[in-house]
């Protein structure tokens, strides 16, 4: 019976071990993405979208289909055009929408995703609070009075949208009271992957350095987008301070352009070999080589993996189906994020990024249905 005893304990013991092992697997698998995983930062606008008629945009000279940044004879457009019928308002910005996306994809649980950003103390302010909760977006805005609301308005009419962006409060974000505060930064610690578009070295690069070089120093993912022309231009000496802490590079091909150009890359008009030379460039931690990632609209998505630089096809769509291709960039990443933050492969995350834009641009702004149908 001593025998029998001692075999029943040795048994049931090693059972014990299997559940908690069994059990351990399952926990690591949910802490994959688990809430806070994700951690976004940048400029937070609410899009106020609504139908306007041709006297309205001649009002405040705006084109049919266009894209500029607020001046003065705008400011009062954004309450006018919220006074319409059947507005809608989103949480937008570029960073905003990603990590947006990127909580659609991934669905459960919520707040996966946090945001860091700055707002105003106004009614566009808690609208906004509002459509980021409802994303189940973790967004921890700095609110201040000096500047209202980050708005972006866009003024539809018949297949043409003229979007207006209003800056405001989003460009006065301060490190020293919001990132640097200890609840925030444990925010930022929880994470395991980090993504900031780089609008966000016109507003706070020493946030972005700050962030990156925790990613680094922790062997986490950090990424960082390229945005726009204008700011491998003029904001270059912010970027190339960040870049070596950059594991995950994206960029469209007319930013890899004239990013390529403003490097000095020899003479190259070639996406791969601009992909190729951006992975080369001086990088912190040797434990992870820098991934670079571009996009080409229809055309193929370049990327390079390992030493090679491979090209993804895009999904096939019908022109005739395509209503707003201005997220299009946004959902890409927001997609590509949602597999990697679950530790997918890059082709995983590549086809994720196709699907979610494939999707956005069937729709007028950065929307998208209750849940996504990726497999």
Not at 240 to 253: A, H, R, T
Not at 278 to 293: D, E, W
Request: aromatic fraction near 10%; hydrophobic fraction near 40%; glycine fraction near 6%.
């Amino acid at each position: 019976w001593q025998a029998l005893d001692l075999c029943l304990v040795t048994t049931f013991g090693e059972l014990i071990m299997v559940s908690i092992k069994r059990f351990a697997s399952c926990f690591s698998l949910f802490s994959l993405h688990s809430e806070n995983a994700l951690f976004g930062m940048g400029n937070p606008l609410l899009d106020i979208s609504a139908v306007v008629d041709k006297d309205f945009l001649d009002k405040y000279g705006l084109k049919p289909n266009d894209q500029i940044l607020a001046e003065d004879k705008h400011k009062a457009m954004f309450d006018e055009i919220a006074k319409k019928s059947k507005v809608e308002y989103h949480a937008g910005g570029s960073t905003q929408n990603s990590v947006k996306i990127a909580q659609w994809m991934i669905q459960t649980p919520h707040k996966v995703a946090t945001f860091f950003g700055c707002i105003g103390t106004d009614h566009f302010g808690e609208i906004l609070k509002q459509k980021a909760e409802e994303a189940h977006v973790d967004a921890r805005y700095y609110q201040q009075t000096q500047e209202p609301t980050g708005t972006c308005a866009a003024c539809i009419t018949g297949d043409n949208r003229s979007l207006v962006a209003n800056l405001a409060a989003a460009n006065c974000y301060n490190k020293e009271k919001h990132l640097d505060l200890d609840g925030n930064w444990e925010l930022v610690e929880k994470a395991k992957v980090y993504y900031i578009a780089g609008f966000f070295l016109t507003v706070s690069p020493e946030s972005i350095l700050k962030v990156a070089k925790h990613a680094s120093e922790n062997n986490k993912i950090f990424s960082l987008n390229l945005s726009a022309p204008f700011i491998s231009q003029f904001f270059k000496e912010a970027m190339m301070k960040v870049m070596p802490y950059v594991d995950i590079l994206f960029g469209n091909e007319t930013e890899a352009a004239t990013f390529a150009k403003e490097q000095g890359f020899e003479e190259t008009d070639d996406i791969a070999e601009i992909a190729r030379r951006a992975q080369s460039l001086p990088k912190v931690n040797k434990k992870r080589q820098r991934v670079v990632v571009f996009t080409q609209g229809k055309d193929d998505t370049v990327a390079t993996i390992g030493e090679k630089v491979t090209m993804f096809s895009v999904l096939d769509i019908d022109q005739n189906d395509i209503v707003d291709t201005n997220g299009a960039g946004d959902a890409f990443v927001g997609g590509f994020l949602s597999e990697l933050v679950q530790e997918r492969p890059l082709e995983e995350c590549i086809r994720a990024g196709h699907y979610a834009a494939n999707v956005i641009i069937r729709r007028a702004g950065c929307t998208f249905p209750e849940k996504p149908d990726f497999p």
